[in-house]
């Protein structure tokens, strides 16, 4: 039986823990040959041994372009392209606008905007045509909640960098 992603190659960011760790599960489920990131080795491997033989777990950090240019030059060494890139890293780490500091507002943008746009830049040239970048995010963009000010906007990055993309 065939899947509908046989022959294709995807990247899920975030991919060792909760919706990253499903996506690449249902990614190789479908037959493509996954790639996961993320920061933390044991949870990379462990969802790798979990899910099959189909994926290659890759430590690295989506805020640092440099973990990302090996990410990608391991992939387009072994594969060549990239077919499908699920950028899903993110942090969620919750304050309300009074108790936000300068290192929080850096956790939170450097990992939920500049890692999804760096993510998405460095996947351009080994993606060909018809590939496709899909950019998590949550509600928060469109929604306030009372004692979660989700810093402000950082939410927002994902919205504007599809509609960049998609022109």
Known sequence: MS????GKVALVTGGGTGIGRATAAEFAREGAQVYITGRRGPELDAAAASIGPSVTAIQGDVTKPKDLDRIYGQIG????HVDIVFANAGVADFAPIGSITEEHFDKI????????????QKALPLMPDGGTIILTGSDASIKG???DERLLGHEGGGPVLRAHLDN
Not at 109 to 120: D, I, P, R, S
């Open 77 to 80: 060494q072994e594969q060549g």
């Open 109 to 120: 943008f450097g990992t939920n905007v500049k890692g999804l746009v760096f993510t998405a």
């Open 145 to 147: 909640f009372a004692g």
């Open 3 to 6: 899947g509908k992603l046989d």
